[in-house]
């Protein structure tokens, strides 16, 4: 049975850095994209990107390039998303999900709160 | 790449039928088979319901069904059920990477 477990919540101040895992077990995880969605407090669901681990190709939604960072160590089947340097705008549920576009299977969720 | 517009809101009396668009464009929705909707309640994360514009995976009901003419794609729920009451989400490829819909809330009256 395929599972994605994620790291827990996070509250942070601004300026911090950040790194959330994603960890799969049962498929292989280098067979699959899996990526990041955001959403928001009250919003909706924005794709973030995606890494393939089979070959550690990374695809970015333009909003999302160059403000976070998304990787893999295949070793453990784990996916992360990092930033370098958080921002109040940041607070958000984050949830990683199989796949680019038809995401059958999601972690339950990681909730960053970032506040001074 | 902008969001792909959905309404905000629709909503049915049980047994009826709801139908939700999903407007992109000839870089989205209109260039791509590869259209997935999602089913989210209050504090869960989604749940896939079509994918590949009206494929279902294993488990949900027939009475969700997905279809797409040009840059907008649409999912139907029949015989609404109270349990439908959820916030609905469409996802299409777009070359590279992937645009949510801008979300719709189902309320069945």
């Known amino acids: 049975e395929v599972h994605l477990v994620q790291s827990g919540a996070e509250v942070k101040k601004p300026g911090e850095s950040l790194k959330i895992s994603c960890k799969s077990s049962?498929?292989?995880?280098?067979?699959?994209?899996i990526g990041w969605v955001r959403q928001m407090p009250g919003q909706g669901l924005e794709w973030m990107g995606i890494i393939y681990p089979g070959d550690s190709e990374t695809r970015y939604s333009p909003s999302f390039q160059g403000q976070v960072n998304i990787s893999a160590d295949k070793s453990i089947s784990t996916a992360y998303l990092q930033w370098s340097s958080l921002k109040a705008s940041d607070t958000a549920m984050y949830y990683c999900a199989r796949g680019v576009t038809t995401k059958d299977y999601w972690g339950q969720g990681t909730l960053v709160t970032v506040s001074s | 790449q902008s969001a792909l517009t959905q309404p905000r809101s629709v909503s049915g009396s049980p047994g009826q039928s709801v139908t939700i668009s999903c407007t992109g464009t000839t870089s989205d929705v209109g260039a791509y088979i590869y259209v997935s909707w999602f089913q989210q309640y209050p504090a869960k994360a989604p749940k896939l319901i079509i994918y590949d514009v009206s494929e279902r995976p294993s488990g949900v009901p027939d009475r969700f069904s997905g279809s797409k003419s040009g840059n907008t794609a649409s999912l139907t729920i029949s015989g609404l059920q109270a349990e439908d009451e959820a916030d609905y989400y469409c996802c299409s490829y777009a070359g590279i990477q992937g645009v949510f819909g801008t979300g719709t809330k189902v309320t069945v009256l």
């Open positions: 049962g498929y292989r995880f280098t067979d699959y994209w």
